[in-house]
Structures are given as C-alpha cells and as structure tokens.
C-alpha cells in the first residue's frame, strides 16, 4: 500500500514536517503539533513513562491528526459548525491515521495511540468506545494535551479560549472526557509555568529598577 507520506520517512525531523503540514491544513495559526508534542512529553515524564513509551507518544503526539490530512476534506476549513454526515466522516480520521502510521512503518505502539487519542474517559469517544483504564495511559494523555492545545488556538469555527477558560474546561469535563488524574498533572504543569514566569518577571523588573538606580 502506498502512502503520500512515504517519502517523509520517520526521522523526528521528517515527522515534524509533516505535522507542519498538518497543521497548514487544518488552519492552525500556530505550530499546534509541536505544541501537543511538547505537553505531552511533559505529561509522560511527570507519569514517568518507559522511555519508549515517551518516544511513542511523542510521534503520535505530532502525527494524531495524520488521518485528517489524508482525507483532506473540504469541510475542515468551514466556519460553521459541522453537519451531522460531516461529523460521522470525520470520526473516520483516527482509524485512517492508524493506517497512515502503519505505512510509514512508525511502531505498532505509535499506531495505536494515535487510533485512540479521542477516545474518552467515560466511554463515549471513537473509534472504538473504549473507557477508562481500558485506553492506554500514553493515548490518555494525548487526549488531554491535544485537548488543552486546541481549546487555545483560533479555529474556522471559534475564537481560542483563554488559557483560564481552557484550564476551566479541562477541569469540567475531567471524569468524562479526560483522564481526571491526568488533567490534574496537566493543570499542575501549567500552575507551575506561570508561577515560574511570574517570578521571572518580578526579578527582571527589580533588576531594571536597580539598573536605573546606579
């Protein structure tokens, strides 16, 4: 079977071009991939992941919407909500990006993460209705990264939200979409960052005072 990535290879460095593509398609106005790559390596080593298990997660983090590329549908740029034929078409895309994996002969662990990334919590995700600790921890935590990354980035069909809002919706929607434990770590990293860039600010701001000083 041949595949319109296959000349891409699997390298770290052809995977991310190709989620730049991606992401060109899907609209993003920013590197949405790279961005769900990063937090979710960030979730995998606070669960200290294998780090194989991190290594696969990382590839499927920059891939998980492969499938959408491939089908390369028009209806991925509209600004409207979808239809309900449009939305049943589009929950086809993790099954197709487990297939496009396969043909870059990306490990079957990448593989299915990528099947699995929007299954949820309670069951009621696709492809395969799988619930709780039924889906892999490593397809858990890229539900929640991608989640947090897609709720920050402008849409076709939405403004981004705030990062309080995004924050406030993963904690809503913890125990039925999300992994509870994992929006919790999610939520902690994201804590910290801000702490670490407040800080950072404070000292920046006291040093230009002192600096004016002298």
Wanted: aromatic share 8%; proline share 4%; charged share 25%.
């Amino acid at each position: 079977m041949s595949s319109i990535f296959r000349d891409s290879g699997n390298s770290d460095e052809k995977l991310r071009r190709i989620a730049d593509r991606i992401d060109v398609f899907e609209l993003y106005s920013g590197p949405h991939s790279t961005q769900v790559a990063d937090l979710a390596d960030r979730l995998g080593e606070a669960f200290n992941l294998a780090s194989r298990d991190r290594n696969y997660l990382h590839k499927a983090a920059l891939l998980h919407d492969i499938g959408e590329l491939a089908m390369n549908r028009d209806y991925i740029a509209a600004a409207r909500p979808l239809s309900d034929t449009e939305l049943i078409d589009l929950r086809r895309h993790p099954v197709i990006g487990e297939q496009e994996a396969a043909k870059l002969d990306l490990p079957r662990g990448v593989q299915l993460i990528i099947r699995w990334h929007h299954e949820w919590w309670n069951g009621w995700g696709y492809p395969d209705g799988l619930s709780g600790q039924e889906i892999p921890l490593t397809a858990r935590l890229l539900r929640v990264a991608d989640g947090f990354a897609s709720l920050t980035a402008k849409r076709p069909y939405r403004d981004a939200f705030s990062i309080a809002d995004a924050q406030k919706h993963l904690a809503e929607m913890a125990g039925i979409e999300y992994d509870p434990e994992a929006v919790f770590t999610l939520l902690n990293i994201l804590s910290n960052d801000a702490r670490m860039a407040a800080e950072a600010s404070e000292r920046l701001s006291f040093e230009q005072q002192n600096a004016g000083l002298q």
